[in-house]
């Protein structure tokens, strides 16, 4: 059985490589800490995965952080600076990182029209950035098992406002599979499968590979 041959990876209405961008915000030890929609550890392993797979699939990176210039907050988590070390980092005083400058000309520097969203937390900074991001005509995807609130219902919340202004919900797992896409894509297999063993979900692929 053969692959239909590759589509224009530009214009594919799916996630790939070559037309998504990723968006990280505020995933700082206030943050993470005060999370309490999802297991904290599931949060940070999930974060870091998604992060991996925009690294090792070539996506342009914004990432954003609050009030640390002003002394306010600590930096990002250990284990994103050192995935993210190679990136800049745009520091904001807004709650809504959309209305900072710097943050949304790096956004449209990228060129991309579809924008994967993380952050911390749902309710805030997440949902604001992705309404305006919306407005302005991108399409929004939210990485729902990345992204964490305060609350299980402050969460939720969030995530049906975005939805319901026409944003798409994403899985960390289903991201993986988009951008990968097809196993004959031989130069991302290994790191696809180091993702899915990093985030705990190796059986079901692992077995798919294991018959190619």
Not at 66 to 73: A, E, F, Q, T, Y
């Amino acid at each position: 059985m053969a692959s239909e041959p590759i589509r224009d990876p530009v214009t594919d209405h799916l996630l790939t490589p070559q037309n998504a961008a990723f968006i990280i915000i505020d995933y700082q030890p206030v943050q993470v800490n005060s999370i309490a929609s999802m297991d904290r550890q599931l949060l940070v392993n999930n974060i870091v995965g998604t992060a991996k797979a925009a690294v090792a699939y070539g996506l342009p990176l914004v990432h954003s952080t609050v009030n640390v210039r002003s002394g306010l907050n600590k930096p990002p988590i250990p284990q994103l600076r050192k995935v993210l070390a190679d990136h800049p980092t745009y520091d904001r005083t807004t709650i809504n990182a959309w209305e900072d400058t710097a943050f949304r000309e790096a956004v449209q520097a990228t060129g991309r029209r579809k924008l994967i969203m993380t952050a911390l937390w749902t309710e805030a900074c997440l949902t604001f950035p992705a309404l305006d991001a919306l407005k302005e005509g991108y399409e929004v995807y939210v990485v729902v098992d990345a992204v964490g609130g305060t609350s299980l219902a402050a969460h939720d919340a969030g995530l049906r406002r975005i939805e319901q202004a026409g944003g798409r919900m994403i899985s960390v797992p289903q991201l993986f599979c988009e951008l990968q896409r097809d196993w004959q894509r031989q130069d991302t297999v290994p790191a696809f499968m180091d993702l899915f063993i990093q985030t705990g979900g190796t059986a079901g692929i692992q077995f798919s590979y294991d018959r190619q």
